[in-house]
Protein backbone atom coordinates (compact mmCIF):
# COMPACT_ATOMS: atom_id res chain seq x y z
CA UNK A 1 0.00 0.00 0.00
CA UNK A 2 1.29 3.62 -0.85
CA UNK A 3 2.28 5.75 2.40
CA UNK A 4 4.32 8.25 0.86
CA UNK A 5 3.10 10.50 -1.87
CA UNK A 6 4.86 12.78 -3.94
CA UNK A 7 3.93 16.41 -5.15
CA UNK A 8 3.92 17.43 -7.85
CA UNK A 9 3.87 14.80 -10.47
CA UNK A 10 5.69 16.60 -12.46
CA UNK A 11 7.84 19.67 -12.52
CA UNK A 12 10.07 21.59 -15.48
CA UNK A 13 12.10 24.33 -14.76
CA UNK A 14 14.73 26.26 -16.06
CA UNK A 15 18.77 25.18 -15.42
CA UNK A 16 20.04 27.46 -12.39
CA UNK A 17 16.28 27.51 -11.07
CA UNK A 18 15.24 25.59 -7.61
CA UNK A 19 13.57 22.89 -7.65
CA UNK A 20 10.82 21.86 -5.05
CA UNK A 21 9.08 18.39 -4.27
CA UNK A 22 6.79 17.47 -1.23
CA UNK A 23 6.37 14.41 0.24
CA UNK A 24 2.71 13.58 2.05
CA UNK A 25 2.33 10.40 4.22
CA UNK A 26 -0.41 8.98 6.31
CA UNK A 27 0.80 7.12 9.25
CA UNK A 28 3.69 7.87 11.85
CA UNK A 29 7.44 7.28 10.77
CA UNK A 30 10.78 6.15 11.51
CA UNK A 31 12.93 7.54 9.31
CA UNK A 32 12.21 9.15 5.39
CA UNK A 33 14.42 8.47 2.42
CA UNK A 34 14.45 10.59 -0.66
CA UNK A 35 15.72 8.42 -3.72
CA UNK A 36 16.56 9.95 -7.22
CA UNK A 37 15.86 7.74 -10.41
CA UNK A 38 17.83 8.48 -14.00
CA UNK A 39 15.64 6.71 -16.71
CA UNK A 40 16.87 2.95 -17.27
CA UNK A 41 18.63 3.09 -13.87
CA UNK A 42 18.03 1.80 -10.46
CA UNK A 43 17.12 4.09 -7.53
CA UNK A 44 19.78 5.87 -6.16
CA UNK A 45 19.98 7.17 -2.26
CA UNK A 46 20.15 10.74 -1.43
CA UNK A 47 18.86 11.58 1.78
CA UNK A 48 17.61 9.68 4.96
CA UNK A 49 15.85 11.96 7.70
CA UNK A 50 14.92 10.46 10.72
CA UNK A 51 11.66 11.03 12.84
CA UNK A 52 13.31 13.76 15.17
CA UNK A 53 15.25 15.59 12.94
CA UNK A 54 13.53 18.20 10.89
CA UNK A 55 16.28 19.45 8.74
CA UNK A 56 18.96 17.83 6.31
CA UNK A 57 21.55 18.86 4.15
CA UNK A 58 23.75 17.41 1.38
CA UNK A 59 25.52 19.35 -1.36
CA UNK A 60 22.96 21.33 -3.19
CA UNK A 61 19.95 18.77 -1.58
CA UNK A 62 17.89 20.33 1.42
CA UNK A 63 15.36 18.01 2.99
CA UNK A 64 12.74 19.31 5.80
CA UNK A 65 10.29 16.91 7.34
CA UNK A 66 7.54 18.17 9.70
CA UNK A 67 5.76 15.14 11.35
CA UNK A 68 2.97 17.09 12.41
CA UNK A 69 1.52 18.12 9.09
CA UNK A 70 3.14 14.66 8.07
CA UNK A 71 4.96 16.23 4.94
CA UNK A 72 8.79 16.71 3.85
CA UNK A 73 10.16 18.40 1.09
CA UNK A 74 13.52 17.89 -1.03
CA UNK A 75 14.57 21.25 -2.36
CA UNK A 76 17.52 21.16 -5.36
CA UNK A 77 19.06 24.86 -5.10
CA UNK A 78 21.01 25.98 -8.09
CA UNK A 79 19.43 22.77 -10.67
CA UNK A 80 21.70 21.79 -13.77
CA UNK A 81 20.36 19.65 -16.52
CA UNK A 82 22.17 16.59 -14.48
CA UNK A 83 19.61 16.50 -11.92
CA UNK A 84 16.71 15.90 -14.77
CA UNK A 85 15.19 12.61 -12.82
CA UNK A 86 12.30 11.32 -11.01
CA UNK A 87 12.82 11.88 -7.04
CA UNK A 88 11.26 9.05 -5.01
CA UNK A 89 9.86 9.45 -1.16
CA UNK A 90 10.53 6.30 0.82
CA UNK A 91 8.78 6.33 4.21
CA UNK A 92 9.64 3.75 7.27
CA UNK A 93 6.54 2.63 9.66
CA UNK A 94 7.19 -0.37 10.51
CA UNK A 95 6.31 -1.94 13.98
CA UNK A 96 8.96 -4.69 13.01
CA UNK A 97 7.21 -6.70 15.77
CA UNK A 98 7.52 -9.73 13.14
CA UNK A 99 5.25 -11.53 10.76
CA UNK A 100 5.05 -8.41 8.45
CA UNK A 101 6.42 -6.63 5.09
CA UNK A 102 8.20 -3.72 6.91
CA UNK A 103 10.19 -1.82 6.12
CA UNK A 104 10.33 1.05 3.81
CA UNK A 105 7.40 2.30 1.20
CA UNK A 106 7.54 4.49 -2.08
CA UNK A 107 5.81 6.78 -3.18
CA UNK A 108 5.09 7.17 -7.22
CA UNK A 109 7.51 10.14 -7.89
CA UNK A 110 8.10 13.33 -8.78
CA UNK A 111 9.17 13.66 -12.62
CA UNK A 112 11.82 16.64 -12.53
CA UNK A 113 13.09 18.37 -15.77
CA UNK A 114 15.55 21.00 -16.13
CA UNK A 115 15.28 22.80 -18.72
CA UNK A 116 18.86 24.42 -20.39
CA UNK B 1 33.71 -1.87 -6.65
CA UNK B 2 30.95 -3.14 -4.78
CA UNK B 3 27.18 -3.08 -6.21
CA UNK B 4 24.01 -5.18 -7.11
CA UNK B 5 23.84 -6.36 -10.77
CA UNK B 6 20.75 -8.19 -12.22
CA UNK B 7 20.57 -10.02 -15.24
CA UNK B 8 19.48 -10.12 -17.64
CA UNK B 9 18.55 -6.07 -18.27
CA UNK B 10 15.44 -7.23 -21.36
CA UNK B 11 13.89 -10.40 -20.89
CA UNK B 12 11.17 -10.99 -23.28
CA UNK B 13 8.66 -14.79 -22.36
CA UNK B 14 5.27 -15.81 -23.08
CA UNK B 15 2.59 -16.38 -21.18
CA UNK B 16 2.53 -19.40 -19.39
CA UNK B 17 6.66 -19.76 -19.14
CA UNK B 18 8.62 -19.98 -16.49
CA UNK B 19 11.01 -17.06 -15.66
CA UNK B 20 13.81 -16.44 -13.19
CA UNK B 21 15.96 -12.83 -12.68
CA UNK B 22 19.20 -13.38 -11.16
CA UNK B 23 20.20 -10.58 -8.27
CA UNK B 24 24.24 -10.73 -7.39
CA UNK B 25 25.68 -8.09 -4.92
CA UNK B 26 29.08 -7.64 -3.28
CA UNK B 27 28.54 -5.16 -0.83
CA UNK B 28 27.91 -8.40 1.73
CA UNK B 29 24.41 -7.01 3.18
CA UNK B 30 22.10 -9.46 5.28
CA UNK B 31 18.98 -7.99 3.48
CA UNK B 32 17.67 -8.10 -0.08
CA UNK B 33 14.53 -7.05 -2.10
CA UNK B 34 12.73 -7.23 -4.83
CA UNK B 35 10.69 -4.64 -5.77
CA UNK B 36 8.89 -4.19 -8.96
CA UNK B 37 8.14 -0.53 -10.37
CA UNK B 38 5.08 0.47 -12.47
CA UNK B 39 3.72 3.10 -13.94
CA UNK B 40 1.01 4.61 -11.91
CA UNK B 41 1.70 2.48 -8.73
CA UNK B 42 5.72 3.35 -7.64
CA UNK B 43 7.67 0.81 -6.26
CA UNK B 44 5.89 -2.17 -4.86
CA UNK B 45 7.64 -4.86 -2.30
CA UNK B 46 7.64 -8.26 -3.63
CA UNK B 47 9.75 -10.36 -1.09
CA UNK B 48 12.48 -9.70 0.95
CA UNK B 49 15.09 -11.79 2.30
CA UNK B 50 16.87 -11.24 6.05
CA UNK B 51 19.92 -13.87 5.60
CA UNK B 52 20.46 -16.81 3.42
CA UNK B 53 17.17 -19.54 3.80
CA UNK B 54 15.13 -16.80 5.08
CA UNK B 55 12.55 -15.04 3.12
CA UNK B 56 9.48 -13.14 3.58
CA UNK B 57 6.58 -11.72 1.83
CA UNK B 58 6.00 -8.34 0.38
CA UNK B 59 3.09 -6.31 -0.33
CA UNK B 60 2.55 -8.13 -3.95
CA UNK B 61 4.06 -11.86 -3.39
CA UNK B 62 1.37 -13.75 -5.67
CA UNK B 63 2.72 -15.92 -8.85
CA UNK B 64 6.33 -14.75 -7.42
CA UNK B 65 8.90 -17.68 -5.91
CA UNK B 66 12.44 -16.54 -4.30
CA UNK B 67 15.04 -18.71 -2.66
CA UNK B 68 18.64 -17.41 -0.81
CA UNK B 69 20.69 -20.51 -0.51
CA UNK B 70 23.48 -17.77 -0.41
CA UNK B 71 24.23 -14.49 0.91
CA UNK B 72 24.85 -12.75 -2.31
CA UNK B 73 21.86 -13.79 -5.09
CA UNK B 74 18.52 -13.54 -4.29
CA UNK B 75 16.93 -15.13 -7.64
CA UNK B 76 13.28 -14.36 -8.24
CA UNK B 77 11.09 -16.61 -9.98
CA UNK B 78 7.77 -16.83 -12.40
CA UNK B 79 6.56 -19.86 -12.36
CA UNK B 80 4.16 -18.99 -14.77
CA UNK B 81 3.92 -16.05 -16.28
CA UNK B 82 1.52 -13.74 -17.07
CA UNK B 83 1.23 -10.42 -18.83
CA UNK B 84 -0.01 -8.77 -15.73
CA UNK B 85 3.55 -9.40 -14.25
CA UNK B 86 4.85 -7.26 -17.41
CA UNK B 87 6.87 -4.91 -15.39
CA UNK B 88 10.60 -3.51 -14.26
CA UNK B 89 12.30 -5.72 -12.09
CA UNK B 90 14.40 -3.77 -9.32
CA UNK B 91 16.42 -5.76 -6.96
CA UNK B 92 18.30 -3.81 -3.97
CA UNK B 93 20.22 -4.81 -0.52
CA UNK B 94 20.76 -2.86 2.63
CA UNK B 95 22.55 -3.28 6.17
CA UNK B 96 19.04 -3.50 7.57
CA UNK B 97 15.37 -3.92 7.08
CA UNK B 98 14.48 -1.39 8.77
CA UNK B 99 14.63 2.44 6.63
CA UNK B 100 17.42 3.65 9.21
CA UNK B 101 20.23 2.90 6.39
CA UNK B 102 19.73 3.18 2.63
CA UNK B 103 18.69 0.70 0.20
CA UNK B 104 21.02 -0.29 -2.66
CA UNK B 105 19.60 -0.65 -6.24
CA UNK B 106 20.45 -2.85 -9.21
CA UNK B 107 19.85 -1.09 -12.32
CA UNK B 108 16.56 -3.76 -12.80
CA UNK B 109 14.93 -5.99 -15.41
CA UNK B 110 12.41 -5.33 -18.21
CA UNK B 111 10.28 -8.11 -18.47
CA UNK B 112 7.56 -8.16 -20.99
CA UNK B 113 5.25 -11.18 -20.83
CA UNK B 114 3.37 -11.49 -24.86
Known amino acids: SQQGEEDPQALSIQEGENATMNCSYK?????LQWYRQNSGRGLVHLIL?????REKHSGRLRVTLDTSKKSSSLLITASRAADTASYFC????????????????FGKGTHLIIQP | DAGITQSPRYKITETGRQVTLMCHQT?????MFWYRQDLGHGLRLIYY???????DKGEVPDGYVVSRSKTENFPLTLESATRSQTSVYFC?????????????FGNGTRLTVT
Open chain 1, 90 to 105: ATDSGTYSGGGADGLT
Open chain 2, 49 to 55: SAAADIT
Open chain 1, 27 to 31: TSINN
Open chain 2, 92 to 104: ASSVTQRGEAPLH
Open chain 1, 49 to 53: IRSNE
Open chain 2, 27 to 31: WSHSY
